[in-house]
C-alpha cells in the first residue's frame, strides 16, 4: 500500500518505517498482534479510509484492526480531506490518555521512529528539515512534546516511553540553537 511513498523529502521508501516501528514493538515484548498493527498503522489513515479498516479486520481480525484504528487520527474516504491539523492531533493527544495499552505501544513504537528520524535528518540537512512538514517548527515540536509527555504519563513501554522524552528534548535544544 505504501510502495511508490517515500519517508518526507527523502528517497528512503516509506515501508522502512513500517519495519521500524514492527521492530521497537518487538524489542519493547510486544505481541505478534501488536506488530503487525504497526506494520500496518498508516494504511487507513493514508490509504483507504473506513473500507481498508474493514480488509484490515478481515485479513487480520478485529484486534489487529481496533489497533490500527487506535493509531489513526482521522479516516478520510478517498477522495476527502483530512481534518485540520491542530484539530487532528489535538484529539489524538486526548484520546491516548484513554487508549489500551496496544494502542499506546504502538503509538509510542510510532512516534519514536518519527522523531529519530527528524532527528538524524536535522543533523544531516540541518533546519531546512522543518519545511517538510505541514506545520512550523514549533508547533510540530509542541506535538511531539504533548506526545512524550502522555507516554510518560502512562507508559505501555517505559524505554519507548523514555527515549521518545530523550529524542524530543534533544530536537527541542537543537532548535533553540
Known amino acids: 500500500m505504501h510502495k511508490d511513498q517515500h519517508r518526507k523529502g527523502t528517497d528512503i521508501p516509506y515501508v522502512s518505517h513500517l519495519y521500524s516501528v514492527a521492530s ?8 505478534e498482534n ?5 506494520l500496518l ?54 484520546h491516548l490518555k ?7 505501544l504502538v503509538s509510542n513504537a510510532d512516534k519514536l521512529h518519527n ?16 519545511g517538510r512538514f505541514s506545520q512550523p517548527r514549533d508547533r510540530t515540536l509542541w506535538y511531539y512534546r504533548a506526545l512524550a509527555d502522555e507516554f510518560a504519563r502512562a507508559p505501555a513501554s517505559e524505554r519507548l516511553s523514555r527515549e521518545l522524552s530523550e529524542v524530543i528534548n534533544k530536537l527541542e535544544t537543537l532548535s533553540m540553537t
Open 98 to 104: 484513554t487508549a489500551p495499552y496496544s494502542v499506546r
Open 24 to 31: 521497537l514493538i518487538m524489542e519493547a515484548g510486544g505481541s
Open 34 to 38: 501488536e506488530v503487525i498493527a504497526g
Open 115 to 130: 522523531a529519530r528520524s527528524i532527528l538524524s535528518d536535522l543533523y544531516e540537512a540541518g533546519e531546512s528539515v522543518w
Open 41 to 94: 498503522h498508516d494504511t487507513v489513515e493514508d490509504q483507504g479510509g473506513a473500507q481498508r479498516l474493514r480488509e484490515i479486520d478481515a485479513l487480520f481480525g478485529s484486534e489487529v484492526a481496533a489497533i490500527v484504528e487506535g493509531c489513526t487520527d482521522d479516516m478520510p474516504e478517498p477522495g476527502e480531506e483530512k481534518r485540520p491539523w491542530i484539530e487532528r492531533k489535538t484529539a489524538y493527544i486526548e
